[in-house]
């Protein structure tokens, strides 16, 4: 079924007006709130539900990463190099990739050097990723939605000070602030090892939340400014309702869209710059991660292809689908902007 | 002398074809370019007393360019202060390119051997009949500035090394202060004069407390050279130091790179060994080994005059085809040790247990290094070729990997699951290997291991008592080259009590009694009774575990001539390196 290329639905429907195009359009009006109408738009977009799809897959990938390799029966636990490599001649693996066929024992191979099991690596690695990403994402929304909605509604020297943390924090380079932060952490764990590992990941999370808030704390504020303004709020302050309720009841619920929207952005930003971090050596070295694999398989990528494939892979893929299917969500959330 | 890389089993060295070398016939010098087994070092060293300068031309040398030395995994020396000297790289720079000493190493271009020849000295010393007393007259030579070096500054230069709260981990802390007689307690020139050395005209003669055979030896060390009687206060003199050799140093930056150009004060003529062909030199430490080794084999401009300190396993087989005669296997008296803490680990059956549960093969191959080639089994203190070694095996046959015989020493100690701590550098990712190794091997031996992530200069952290990261720790290494061809440079720096590089605090009266005794027997005596020490050190004490004797692999750009190692230093020799133009 072909849609008119410039139809009625370019110009919006975010009421509880059916589309014309929707099949059941003429059966009775039924009641929809907008998200469920944006829903409604994404199903109904296939390159959105296929991404989701991918994204899905990742997700079950990391939270079953452990019961995954112990299917494959693989463990993150360095080899026995001087057995399974062949440094002889170039300490490439005796079985398996690169030069051999495929090894059923390591299904994605094992690493130069240590006789790592790659498919582990991998595994953990993705949950690595999807855990700091995720993480992070959750802290730095919540953070910028209560500074943006209390900047935008409380307003005068609130919001004015809020704007100038915001813009304080926009003034930090990420990169720099990362570099310095780490070997502070190693200094400060060292002596508590087993803790290392978490402070790692707590200290990663921080550091890229602490990075992230801005932006959407500046999108609720504009979008607040605007709301505050608007009828439904002014009557429900003449009826004398505390602020906290205007802002949770009444505010947030009209703000959902864009917060979803700059979420599922954030996320694969999150992703790659987890990766990145750990590639520089300053992310996670304690534990698996694929920006750190990518690290080690540099050396390798003549020899090697496979072992820098596998962790680049990964990364590529999520973040394209995360990113495409931010963008699915953003258009049907905010049909004006649609392509 | 340390090496500096003290953490991974020694990152950087390689992985050959050993299949490829069928067709290799020739190169029998200690320098060959085959790396296909372990090369076992010189006992002996020859000693030239009249050579003369200027030093014999390297055949086909061309002055002019600049040679850049790549030194990948090390971030070189802290400063350059001659009295703190003691490390493999620092001093293979130091001594043969800014720093003249009284004797120095000279390389046979004929037979590829080391040889003693005189540096600042007219000869190698005059020993007196019983070796008790050492003269040797100073050449009339500049310092860089244009002032003449005289033997007061000499004699400066040795007082200075005997202060203990400034150069703590300096090596003349073991050799000057234990032989030249300067009375009980003195700790340099802030103590006046040392009666021991008497200074007339050019003339210096060192009075010792016991018979001191291999003064010539230690003469070949900075510790024993000039220093300006003005402004040479440490720190700030070891950031930059006066030279008196053919360069002069242009910039220093610590952990960074080192530039030196020529020193036109420098008088050829008197010098036997040392050439200045080239304008100028830039070291650059801790250098990434991929983008080195990489570097080289690209065979760019920049890559052409580019010598590399260590070459990277993974591309071992390919440098060796690209370099040709410039990629060297050296090798040198050098041995890795592991040190369990001689004040914790008290039981000796322990210390056997971590010895068998040490993963020699994954171990070393995880570092980027090959068994049975840069690296083989250890079992004495002594390195191969060492006069006087006596081959022994400390628990009855060489040590080998095996975690059941760990588990019954354990067993038999009542210390299942004996818990070790030591640290790793887990910013290297050859270092970290290698340690994940070794914790895997010690866990399937029955040990508990607890890896502390470190990444700054391991020997400083192993000799403050301060640190509560190093009062955690059980188990330390050291990795040791001898500093000439002799056990008194092995055994008392690592075994004495109180020794900076005694990372196991051993420390036994009848050792450390022994060692004194040693050295006033009669000189054909001495090195039979240091194999004898090392014996009963290894058999009643085992206070620390030889993990490898060792060889190194150097390499060289295309245009970069003279290109050979220093079988003294277990280093590259930097004398008769020249760019070709």
């Known amino acids: 079924m072909s849609t008119p290329t410039m139809g009625s639905e370019t110009l919006g429907h975010l009421s ?41 897959f990742f997700v079950l990938i990391a939270i079953f990463a452990g019961q995954l390799a112990s299917l494959f029966n693989v463990t993150t636990q360095p080899g026995n190099p001087s057995q399974q490599l062949d440094f002889i001649n170039d300490g490439m693996p005796l079985k398996g990739p690169p030069h051999n066929g495929f090894d059923p024992e390591h299904p994605f191979g094992i690493a130069p050097k240590t006789a790592k099991d790659n498919l582990a690596s991998w595994l953990y690695g993705a949950r690595t990723s999807m855990l700091i990403a995720t993480s992070a994402t959750v802290v730095a929304s919540i953070v910028g939605v209560v500074l943006g909605l209390v900047a935008g509604f409380v307003g005068g020297a609130v919001d004015k000070v809020i704007s100038f943390i915001t813009d304080l924090f926009l003034t930090l380079p990420f990169l720099l602030m990362a570099l310095v932060i780490a070997p502070i952490l190693n200094e400060r764990f060292a002596l508590t090892p087993d803790r290392y590992q978490t402070m790692q990941v707590v200290s990663l999370i921080g550091i890229l939340a602490a990075f992230g808030w801005m932006g959407i704390a500046r999108l609720v504020r504009g979008e607040v400014l605007s709301l505050r303004e608007r009828e439904f709020i002014l009557s429900a302050r003449v009826i ?16 959902v869209a864009p917060i979803v929207v700059a979420v599922s952005l954030m996320l694969p930003a999150f992703i790659a710059a987890e990766a990145g971090l750990a590639f520089l050596g300053v992310g996670i070295t304690q ?49 004006k902007t649609r392509r | ?29 200690a320098g060959g370019n085959n790396p296909s087994e372990f090369i076992n070092p010189e006992s002996e060293f020859g000693k030239v007393a009249d050579a003369e300068g200027p030093a014999p031309e390297v055949e086909g040398a061309t002055t002019g360019g600049t040679i850049t030395v790549a030194i990948p995994g090390d971030p070189g020396p802290e400063d350059l202060d001659p ?54 007259t100073i050449k009339d030579v500049n310092w860089e500035n244009g002032n003449p070096i005289t033997a007061e500054e000499v004699k400066y230069g040795v007082e200075r090394t005997f ?96 530039t030196l150009e020529k020193n036109p004060e420098w008088d050829a003529a008197s010098d036997p060994a040392r050439h200045q062909y080239a304008d100028e030199w830039v070291f650059k430490f801790d250098q990434d080994q991929e983008k080195t080794d990489q570097l080289l084999l690209s065979d760019s401009a920049d890559a052409q005059t580019t010598v590399s300190n260590g070459l990277g396993a993974t591309n071992v ?51 980027g290094n090959i068994p049975g080639v840069t690296r083989i089994p250890a079992s004495t203190i002594m390195p191969p070729g060492m006069s006087g070694r006596k081959e022994y095996f400390p628990d009855g046959e060489q040590f080998t990997y095996d975690p059941e015989k760990a588990k019954a020493l354990l067993a038999e100690a009542g210390e299942e699951g004996y818990k070790l701590t030591f640290i790793y550098d887990d910013s290297d990712a050859e270092a970290k290997a290698a340690a994940e190794q070794e914790k895997k091997g010690y866990e399937n031996a029955g040990f508990t291991v607890e890896m502390i992530p470190y990444q700054e200069d391991a020997y400083a952290l192993w000799d403050d008592a301060e640190s509560p990261i190093n009062a955690k720790l059980n188990l330390r290494s050291v990795n040791w080259c001898s500093d000439w061809p002799s056990a008194s440079t092995m055994i008392p720096p690592l075994v004495q009590s109180g020794q900076p590089y005694n990372t196991s605090y051993f420390s036994e009266t009848e050792v450390d009694d022994r060692i004194k005794e040693i050295a006033t027997l009669p000189l054909e005596d001495q090195a039979p009774a240091w194999g004898d020490l090392d014996e009963l050190i290894g058999t009643k004490y085992f206070p620390m575990i030889p993990t490898a004797y060792r060889n190194d692999l150097f390499g060289a750009g ?7 190692g220093d079988a003294a230093m277990s280093a590259i020799y930097y004398k008769d390196l020249f760019v070709i133009q």
């Open chain 2, 163 to 258: 202060d203990s709260e400034t150069f703590t981990s300096g090596p003349g802390q073991v050799y000057s202060v234990s032989n030249f007689d300067c009375g009980e307690g003195y700790t340099g020139p802030q103590d006046g004069d040392c009666p021991g050395i008497t200074v007339d005209g050019q003339d210096i003669t060192f009075k010792m407390q016991g018979p001191f055979p291999d003064m010539d030896f230690w003469s070949t060390f900075m510790a024993i050279g000039p220093i300006p009687l003005e402004n040479s206060e440490f720190p700030a003199y070891g950031r930059m130091p006066l030279s008196s050799g053919p360069y002069k140093i242009k910039e220093f930056r610590v952990n960074e790179s080192l």
């Open chain 2, 317 to 367: 087989a390919a440098l060796r085809d690209a370099l040709g005669d410039n990629f060297i296997q050296q090798t040198g008296q050098c041995v890795s040790y592991r040190t369990p803490d001689y004040t914790k680990i008290t039981d000796v059956n322990i210390r056997k247990a971590i010895a068998w549960g040490y993963d020699f093969e994954n171990i070393v191959l995880a570092g």
């Open chain 1, 287 to 335: 534990g698996e991660s694929w920006g750190q694999t990518i690290l080690l398989a540099s050396a390798y990528f003549e020899l090697y292809p496979l072992y820098l494939w596998e962790p680049l892979l990964g990364i590529v893929v999520l973040v394209l689908a995360l990113n495409l299917l931010g963008d699915a969500i953003r258009d049907a959330v905010d049909p």
């Open chain 2, 558 to 564: 295309s245009k970069i001539g003279g290109f050979t």
């Open chain 2, 83 to 136: 009295a703190n000297g003691w490390s493999v790289l620092g001093n293979s720079i130091q001594q043969a390119l800014t720093h003249r000493s009284l004797v120095q190493f000279r390389r046979d271009q004929e037979t590829g051997a080391m040889e003693l020849v005189p540096d600042l000295a007219t000869d190698l010393g005059r020993p007196n009949e019983d070796f008790t007393e050492w003269t040797f």
């Open chain 1, 240 to 255: 004398g309702m505390p602020t906290s309720r205007i802002m949770v009841k009444e505010l947030l619920p009209n703000l």
């Open chain 1, 16 to 56: 509880d007006e059916a589309d014309p195009d929707d099949a059941v359009a003429k059966t009775p009006v039924s009641g929809k709130s907008p998200l469920a109408i944006a829903a409604g738009r994404l199903r109904r977009d296939k390159v959105a539900m296929a991404c989701l799809t991918i994204v899905l």
């Open chain 2, 1 to 29: 002398m340390k090496r500096t890389k003290s953490l991974a089993v020694v990152a950087g060295f390689a992985m050959v074809t050993l299949a490829a070398c069928g067709g290799d016939g020739g190169g029998g010098n």
